[in-house]
């Protein structure tokens, strides 16, 4: 895992009631994702009512960080002054649930042996100081 | 069809203008916009005591530099409007949603003739810096700048940019259905034939196939050709109800059918097939709304931000089905300016300019008035198609020069 010693430039996100689970689940090592307590729909983004069941009775629960690569692309221009490149985007699928996608970064593997298709699980890079902890994805096996 | 229900035909477009067009100008974009304006109105044959609406996309904005040249009420008190409609927002089905909406007004008897306008100065305001000093959070380490609202999902993890977001669309289309980058190639090499018949096209180059491969990736499958060029301009339409016809100076463009549908969730990772995006709901509406089918398209402009979303507007508006766009456009004569299907006749905005959606409308009203020049498709066309926005935003307009 990344340690704060060398933690490569990220813009963090500003935490609120609704996202805090997501960005500080790290802090225990745990990806955390909205879930709907009536009929156990997840939510990402999260939300405030479930689109399933219509509850508002929803809670944060720990999953896997078990996910699947269903597309990436390889980013070669530097967005922003210090960002690292090349660096890998993708969205990955969890496997708790068909539709529950994440936007995110897979990293320890060249970006050339990233592939639709590929297992992965999550890591956290945590921002200490700042309280976050970004969900990253590094191949499963 | 009950074409009662299809009152977007109480509309037309009467005029179209465009001010001076640049990589950068280093202008007031409210003069470009203005410039813009009274060109459009001046063509419909009508004046400023004529103009009773405005659209306008998105509306005044500070930030990100250069997306907005003016808002509604800039133009408003710059021509001295009486204004009984309008609108300037951005929460719409794609840049030519503020179109569609002021074709809405004027169908339904809010307004008789709308001034719809979009202008940018992105080249200027990005300068000699780069694209980055126009991305957000841009000024790099430090300054505490933290994302909220849709890109708290994109920023963290370094991806400002929709180039970004739609390189996974493509690469996903690649994947299922074995699309190449020479075939991707194919809409930025058409743009740049078609640009140097433009006097007022960015890039008037050759470019060849070993110039595109030779271009620095961007963000894969997605190189700097496949991006569009940042400039300065601004682009204007009236829209005006049908039956002002007698007050015009030409024969308006009739509407024939609009499409705006999002089906599926709107975020940019969340449509659920991940080959396609909202113009495929947009077009599959489009269609629902008219007899003409996608045969009888003549010249379809567009948008073309990223290559790869062209690819998509040509399945989503049924010129092919949907993973063909790639043998679709393959070798480039289908989509040459002589070819079975006219494209980005102008140069789009990957060698025309990023005038951000309303270049592709203005140019498929200039190729059916038959006002294109050197660069007008055979044939007088009498059938056009515009589609704007990429991901969770589109909108299309399919016009016709008689009914």
């Given at each position: 895992m990344t340690t704060t010693g060398d933690v490569p430039f990220r813009i963090l996100p500003r935490i609120t009631d609704r996202n805090a689970h997501y960005w500080q689940g790290g802090r225990d090592g745990e990806l955390r994702l909205q879930r709907c307590r009536q009929c156990g729909y997840y939510l990402h983004p999260p939300?405030?009512?479930?689109?399933?069941?219509?509850?508002?009775d929803l809670g944060v629960e720990a999953v896997s960080g078990r996910a699947e690569v269903l597309t990436f692309s390889v980013n070669h221009?530097?967005?922003?002054?210090g960002l690292d490149v090349p660096f890998v985007l993708a969205i990955v699928r969890l496997?708790?649930?068909?539709?529950?996608?994440i936007t995110t970064n897979v990293v320890n593997?060249?970006?050339?042996?990233v592939a639709i298709g590929m297992p992965v699980r999550v890591l956290f890079e945590p921002h200490v100081d700042e309280e976050v902890w970004i969900p990253l994805f590094e191949p499963a096996s | 069809m009950d074409t009662d229900l299809v009152g977007e035909r109480r509309a037309v477009i009467s005029g179209v203008g465009q001010s001076d067009i640049g990589?950068?100008?280093?202008?007031?974009p409210l003069e470009l916009t203005v410039d813009a304006c009274l060109a459009a109105i001046a063509d419909a044959g009508?004046?400023?005591?004529?103009v009773d609406g405005i659209a306008t996309?998105?509306?005044?904005?500070?930030?990100?530099?250069?997306?907005?040249?003016?808002g509604v009420p800039e133009v408003h008190e710059a021509l001295r409007l009486n204004l009984n409609w309008y609108m300037g927002g951005l929460?719409?089905?794609?840049?030519l949603g503020s179109v569609i909406n002021a074709i809405l007004a004027v169908s339904a008897g809010l307004a008789r003739h709308v001034l719809c306008f979009r202008t940018v100065y992105e080249g200027s305001a990005q300068g000699t810096k780069g694209r980055s000093a126009v991305m957000?959070?841009?000024?790099?380490?430090?300054?505490?700048y933290r994302a909220g609202g849709f890109m708290e999902w994109l920023l963290p993890y370094?991806?400002?940019?929709a180039a970004t977001w739609i390189a996974m669309i493509g690469a996903r289309h690649f994947h299922e259905y074995g699309t190449t980058r020479a075939q991707l190639a194919q809409i930025a090499l058409n743009a740049r034939k078609n640009a140097a018949l433009n006097?007022?096209?960015?890039y008037t180059d050759p470019m060849s196939m070993d110039d595109y491969f030779a271009a620095r990736m961007i963000s894969w499958p997605l190189c700097l050709f496949d991006c569009d060029v940042p400039c300065d301009g601004g682009t204007a339409m009236i829209v005006s109800r049908a039956?002002?016809?007698?007050?015009?100076r030409k024969p308006p463009l009739a509407v024939e059918a609009v499409g705006t549908a999002l089906h599926g969730r709107p975020g940019w990772a969340d449509?659920?097939?991940?080959?396609?995006?909202?113009c495929h709901d947009a077009g599959a509406q489009l269609w629902s709304r008219?007899?003409?089918?996608?045969?009888?398209?003549?010249?379809a402009e567009m948008?073309?931000?990223?290559?790869f979303i062209t690819m998509c507007w040509l399945e989503a508006m049924r010129?092919?089905?949907?993973?063909e766009s790639g043998p679709f456009v393959e070798g480039g004569e289908r989509i040459?300016?002589?070819?079975l299907l006219p494209l980005n006749?102008?140069?789009?905005q990957l060698s025309?300019?990023?005038?951000?959606?309303f270049g592709f409308l203005h140019e498929a009203c200039v190729q059916l008035w038959g006002e294109?020049?050197?660069r007008q498709v055979p044939g007088e066309p009498e059938v056009g198609v515009a589609c704007a926005g990429g991901g969770p935003l589109g909108g299309t307009i399919l016009l016709t020069r008689s009914r």
């Open positions: 939300g405030v009512i479930c689109p399933k069941c219509w509850s508002k221009q530097q967005w922003m002054p496997v708790e649930q068909d539709d529950l996608r593997c060249p970006p050339e042996d | 990589r950068r100008l280093y202008r007031d009508l004046t400023t005591d004529d996309y998105p509306g005044a904005m500070d930030t990100p530099p250069g997306f907005s040249g003016a929460e719409l089905p794609g840049q957000p959070g841009g000024g790099g380490r430090g300054g505490g370094s991806a400002p940019s006097p007022k096209a960015i039956d002002t016809a007698p007050d015009l449509y659920p097939d991940l080959t396609t995006m909202a008219t007899d003409l089918k996608p045969t009888d398209v003549q010249l948008y073309d931000g990223f290559s010129f092919c089905g949907q993973g040459a300016r002589d070819g006749t102008h140069g789009g025309a300019g990023r005038l951000h959606g294109a020049g050197e």
